[in-house]
């Protein structure tokens, strides 16, 4: 006899929606409890855990699953309550850098009268257009090279390639700015 969650594990990786909807709602305030011990208030709980789910559809033909079901999903949503309390530390970082910049410049406005800024947006304008998108998808939206490339339907190698060829022009063309942009990613880990 098959047990339940070998039914589920194979209906998920066959992208059964019902067997989807069968997890999430069996699963669901369970996990939004447990996520709970590790966020700051019921609503995060819930985000993380929406997340996880919506992340969970998205990849379920590449998920490996060797313990039991409930097992993974309690560790997949500890890692996911991990990284969105690592996100919020950074945020609050960002904002605790603005207002420090604003006590001593009385500035927090980092796109005009910024040469920094500035050689940084004509330095990506110079990019060609994919390899821009690539670099931009990476640093700025935080992808990983497996997400760029499954989302832009492209080999993981060209994405390498693109993100060492944008890495090394950017590294080049502010090259003058190297120890301003060392000094403001010091300031903010000390944070």
Known sequence: MVDKDSLYIKGLKEGDRIVFEQIFREYYPFLCNFARRYTSDKSSAEEVVQDFFCRLWDKQNEISISTGLSSYLRKSVINHCLNFNRKLETERKFVSFGENLEE??????????NELSEHLSKALSQLPEKRR??????????????????????????????MTRSLDFMRKYLKDFIPSIVLIMNMINKM
């Open 104 to 113: 001593v410049y009385g500035t927090t406005d980092f796109n005009s009268n």
């Open 133 to 162: 998108e690539i670099f931009e998808l990476s640093r700025f939206e935080g992808l990983k090279y497996h997400e760029i490339a499954q989302k832009l339907n492209i080999n993981i190698k060209t994405v390498e390639t693109q």
